[in-house]
């Protein structure tokens, strides 16, 4: 979706790393989203924001952590506390009440 | 508890129909949606129906909601080899705290044949 950056495409991670994935969009959708996707899994939820300032976690939060400091900008961190953070990542947006979730194309993190 | 299922694997031959099964547990989800994944790149959305209807047509594409049984399909007309890929099921539905979220299916890998 040309609308939705992620970035970079491939990230590897040493043991101890704190990692950082970007996601920055031009939609102007105010509902951000991050998903890991594991091999033959479906979408899993990390994190969600509604709105600027304002995040809640989602079913596997832990090791992960977020901000919003700006409607375009959801950068989601994989701390070192994360002990399996191989996983493709994805990053999504929602124009509002009923809108789909778009995506963008994903950073798929690999340890070292 | 909340859950999407589909089937695993899919083989169908170039041109014929494909059918896409999926069942979910919410009976207050309110969207239900069809995404394409190719390989190595993001969730594609395909279509999506709301909950009051029976039935949507979008060129190739036909998605089916039996609300009773819970059952969602999506027909793909003329199957080619582009549209191998997998194929998610999602529903969004109302969670306690008022907002709402989204589930995800484990997604059928569609492959098609020539």
């Known amino acids: 979706d040309g609308g939705i950056t992620q970035s970079p495409k491939y990230l590897f991670r040493k043991e101890g790393q704190n990692v950082t994935l970007s996601c920055e969009q031009n939609l102007n959708h105010d509902a951000m989203y991050w998903y890991r996707q594991d091999p033959g899994q479906g979408l899993r939820l990390i994190y969600y924001?509604?709105?600027?300032?304002?995040?809640q976690k989602g079913d596997i939060a832990e090791g992960y952590s977020v901000s919003r400091e700006k409607k375009e900008s959801f950068p989601l961190t994989v701390t070192s506390a994360q002990k399996n953070p191989t996983a493709f990542y994805l990053c999504?947006?929602?124009?509002?009440?009923?809108?789909?979730?778009?995506f963008g194309d994903g950073t798929r993190l690999s340890i070292l | 508890g909340e859950d999407v299922e589909q089937s695993l694997f899919l083989s169908v031959r170039e041109g014929d129909s494909s059918v896409i099964n999926c069942t979910y547990t919410?009976?207050?989800?309110?969207?239900l949606y069809w995404y394409k994944q190719e390989p190595g790149a993001g969730l594609q959305l395909l279509t999506y129906i709301f909950s009051n209807m029976d039935m949507k047509q979008d060129q190739r594409l036909t998605v089916l909601l039996n609300k009773k049984d819970k059952h969602l399909s999506l027909r793909i007309a003329d199957t080619q080899t582009g549209d191998s890929a997998i194929y998610f099921c999602?529903?969004?539905?109302?969670?306690?705290?008022?907002?709402?979220?989204?589930?995800f299916g484990t997604g059928t890998r569609l492959k098609v044949l020539a």
């Open positions: 924001s509604q709105i600027v300032n304002d995040f």
């Open positions: 919410d009976s207050s989800s309110t969207y």
């Open positions: 999602a529903e969004r539905g109302p969670v306690p705290s008022g907002t709402y979220k989204y589930i």
């Open positions: 999504a947006t929602e124009g509002g009440m009923g809108q789909p979730q778009h």
